[in-house]
């Protein structure tokens, strides 16, 4: 199988590379790198050879059997349709959000909606890096009790936003510390600070990052009535997103059936409270890790409807990469006549 990477040398791209390299995509032999004008001819290293960056064009996409994008929702919006016009055998995974509301196109957690993928799908789209943490934490509770409410707070690491914002946090990082002079840092910077808006706001005053995860949980899960109210910050971890969760459930039940339902849950390593063990986002982040944290679970009424806990990830690792392999397994068995469940 040839996979084209869209975005190679970006972050999502080199943790993707990393990953084929273990193997997280049996079949996979043959990569075709494809980045910026400025890194083409760029050697990107993976199965044991160097293979050149190509540029953003169509012929670059020849012979390729499926396609990873991993770019801004413009580059996407222009590309994927034309790629799929142009070579009928090709299928992508776009990590953008160009496609993922659009009805004809599936929005996949792998662990929460694999089957959304039909055999005749040549388009599947990757979800927010936040929004598949939290459709990965709250699936057990969505199938074991229902789910009426979600209210969400997420801190998420500052790799979110790409290499340059990591530069420009380590370049804010070096002017405080000789000093420790909070007046040296800007208020809008990164470092140790709390920016509490991510995108334009709309004209409710929700913010970009916020309206995504509010509009593609309910598409995940099927549930479109499903009641999100998320309030998104930027916070200056390098790597890692935390979410604090407030559910309240369709049907009331006891603290240990929760705590079960999560400890059962695909890719989730539930941490029984402890004074001194919790998810954060330096843990979750650990090399080769793929596991969601959950922990910090409490009941927050006497009826037993409603339930807070805190869950981190790896948003480079599981809020985009091994997603984006795992669609891509999921595309090639359906391709070759196979299920991924058999």
């Known amino acids: 199988m040839k996979l084209a990477i869209v975005g190679a040398t970006g972050l999502v791209g080199a943790e993707l590379i990393d990953m084929l390299e273990a193997d997280y995509l049996p079949g996979c032999d043959a990569i075709v790198p494809i980045a910026s004008d400025e890194s083409v001819g760029r050697e990107i290293e993976c ?12 012929e670059s996409f020849e012979g390729v059997d499926i396609a990873s994008f991993s ?178 459930l369709r049907e009331p039940t006891k603290l240990n059936a929760v705590e079960d339902a999560l400890k059962a849950g695909y890719a989730i390593d539930y941490l029984p409270n402890d004074p001194e063990v919790y998810p954060t986002p330096v843990s979750a982040s650990r090399p080769d890790y793929d596991l969601v944290q959950v922990g910090r679970l409490r009941p927050v009424d006497v009826e037993g409807r409603e339930y807070s806990f805190f869950c981190c990830a790896n948003n480079l690792r599981i809020g985009a990469a091994l997603n984006a392999l795992r669609i891509a397994a999921r595309i090639n068995e359906l391709a070759s006549g196979k299920d991924a469940g058999d």
């Open 71 to 248: 770019v801004g929702d413009d580059l996407s919006a222009k590309w994927i349709p034309k790629l799929l016009s142009e070579y009928p055998q090709i299928r992508i995974v776009d990590k953008s959000n160009a496609f993922r509301l659009s009805e004809d196109v599936p929005l996949v957690v792998c662990g929460v909606n694999d089957d959304e993928i039909k055999q005749s799908d040549r388009l599947a789209a990757n979800p927010n890096c936040t929004t598949i943490q939290l459709a990965l934490a709250v699936k057990p509770l969505f199938d074991a009790f229902g789910i009426k409410r979600i209210i969400a707070s997420t801190y998420q690491a500052i790799s979110g936003a790409g290499r340059d914002a990591i530069s420009s946090l380590k370049e804010e990082l070096d002017i405080f510390y000789p000093t420790y002079d909070t007046s040296e840092l800007r208020a809008s910077g990164s470092a140790h600070n709390i920016l509490p808006q991510i995108g334009s706001l709309d004209n409710n005053g929700f913010a970009g990052e916020e309206r995504k995860i509010m509009l593609e949980l309910p598409k995940i899960l099927g549930l479109q009535n499903l009641d999100v109210c998320v309030t998104a910050a930027r916070i200056d971890a390098f790597v890692g997103h935390s979410i604090s969760v407030f559910a309240k």
């Open 47 to 58: 199965f044991g050879r160097n293979w050149p960056c190509k540029p953003l064009a169509l």
